[in-house]
């Protein structure tokens, strides 16, 4: 089944924010692997006809968009947020999606979110980010920090959201095969690599059977 506008009250196991990008794309093929449905959720659907497929209804949305995230997220159970652009400043993104998120996703009667982070907010040491080192490049440090002002927002998300943020290592391999096993640790540097396949395999297990809520985690192999 296909689409490429929001449909109201379609129903799928989960909803993919960022269907189009490379990790979004390698949840949507494992939430199939298992035999769930999902919503793969682009802002251009023209650009990812490829990901309609049986099992997989393609539809747009502009994750900075409330409404659009109310309109297409209803009968959904989860959402997946794997979302990058990199024609907008990082904070003033990852803060107009996420609140877009909570507020679409809290409309649409969503109770669960997943997102996707980046190792570089993890902690090495108690309050102590990976970008808050005085060696860390400045540049990425303000894209990390754009992910850093999105994980204070699900904080201060109504109860009524069950998010974690799921975050990988820095190496993250897009070509190693999966191996189908994975470590969990808390916001803390856990590892320094995890294939992209295995990163897939964690969040659907947290998908299917939620074992963190209200936090960031870390997985590495």
């Known amino acids: 089944m296909t689409s490429t506008e929001p449909r109201q009250q379609h129903r799928a196991d989960v909803i993919v924010y960022g269907a189009g ?118 540049a990425h440090r303000t894209f990390s920090l754009g992910h850093t002002a999105a994980l204070d927002l699900l904080h201060a998300s109504p109860a009524a959201l069950d998010w974690v943020v799921v975050t990988p290592p820095m190496d993250l391999d897009r070509t190693a095969p999966g191996t189908g096993h994975y470590r969990v640790g808390g916001p803390h540097v856990l590892g320094s690599r995890i294939a992209q396949a295995d990163l897939a395999v964690a969040i659907v297990d947290e998908l299917t059977t939620p074992a963190h809520h209200g936090e960031q985690i870390s997985v590495a192999e």
């Open 21 to 138: 990008g490379q990790v979004g794309r390698a949840v949507v093929a494992e939430a199939r692997r298992r035999g769930l449905t999902v919503t793969a959720a682009v802002r251009d659907p023209e650009l990812h006809a490829d990901l309609a497929a049986d099992g997989v209804t393609l539809v747009r949305c502009d994750v900075t968009d409330p409404a659009a995230v109310a309109a297409t997220a209803p009968g959904h159970p989860a959402a997946v947020a794997s979302v990058y652009t990199p024609d907008t400043p990082s904070e003033k993104f990852y803060r107009a999606a996420t609140t877009a998120l909570i507020s679409g996703l809290g409309r649409a009667g969503v109770p669960r979110l997943l997102g996707v982070g980046v190792a570089t907010t993890l902690q090495t040491a108690p309050g102590v980010a990976v970008h808050d080192d005085p060696a860390f490049p400045e």
